[in-house]
């Protein structure tokens, strides 16, 4: 069974662009989390999908967004990009309420 | 309000000797708590987890942890570290429902393996 699938694994944007981030995840899988993690914050929570609709959402400004498709596919978009987005942003499936979080590898983001 | 606090960022031992990651947490729920490891430029992958069944949970890898209640600790042990388990640890305590909007990350505990 596939594990969750994240692309792109590393990019580097300027500040002001935006990017788009995509996740895929374990067959069957309904729930997507997404989480930036950096080295002063450590991980944080930015939204959960589940159904194609957004279930819950952490405290992170309105240049974070997300969708979920009805593949279960995901993906996150950040616009009007500043320094301080570099982070590393891991996607998360899990298949039930109370499941086991599988992690994919990430998407390293560098803005310059 | 959920918290967790993981009391040592570095934590440096010999292969061979064994391992302690010590974590406390608070919860208004009765808490799931989980494990998890990531390995450099990787994704994190739980080790173990406790959902109120027994207080002694053995994970992989030969890790294992002791949630206590009365301490509110779920400590992180393993007998003889191998170079392998060089990576950072996180602690994550989630509230009865253990959604992803229920879940605290710990900040982290970067483990080191001397040989």
């Known amino acids: 069974k596939a594990g969750v699938t994240q692309t792109p694994r590393y990019l580097i944007k300027t500040r002001g662009q935006q990017v788009t981030l995509s996740c895929s995840p374990i067959?069957?899988?309904?729930?997507v989390s997404w989480y930036q993690q950096t080295p002063g914050q450590g991980l944080q929570f930015l939204f959960e999908?589940?159904?194609?609709?957004?279930?819950n959402k952490g405290n992170f400004p309105g240049r974070f967004s997300g969708r979920q498709f009805s593949n279960s596919r995901s993906e996150m978009n950040v616009s009007t990009l500043e320094l301080g987005d570099s982070a590393l942003y891991l996607c998360?499936?899990?298949?039930?309420?109370?499941?086991?979080?599988?992690f994919g590898e990430g998407s390293r983001l560098t803005v310059l | 309000a959920q918290s967790v606090t993981q009391l040592d960022s570095h934590v440096s031992v010999s292969e061979g000797t064994p391992v302690l990651l010590r974590c406390n947490y608070s919860?208004?729920?009765?808490?799931?708590l989980f494990w998890y490891v990531q390995h450099p430029n990787k994704g994190l992958q739980l080790l173990l987890k406790?959902?109120?069944?027994?207080?002694l949970v053995k994970g992989i890898n030969g890790f294992e942890a002791e949630f206590k209640k009365s301490e509110t600790s779920f400590h992180l042990t393993k007998p003889s570290a191998h170079m392998s388990d060089a990576a950072e640890y996180f602690c994550?305590?989630?509230?009865?429902?253990?959604?992803?909007?229920?879940?605290?990350f710990g900040k982290g505990t970067h483990l080191i393996i001397q040989p």
């Open positions: 998360a499936s899990k298949q039930g309420e109370a499941g086991e979080l599988f």
């Open positions: 067959s069957g899988h309904r729930s």
């Open positions: 999908y589940f159904s194609e609709t957004q279930r």
């Open positions: 919860s208004s729920y009765s808490p799931s």
């Open positions: 406790y959902t109120s069944a027994a207080t």
């Open positions: 994550v305590v989630s509230d009865l429902r253990g959604g992803a909007d229920g879940l605290t």
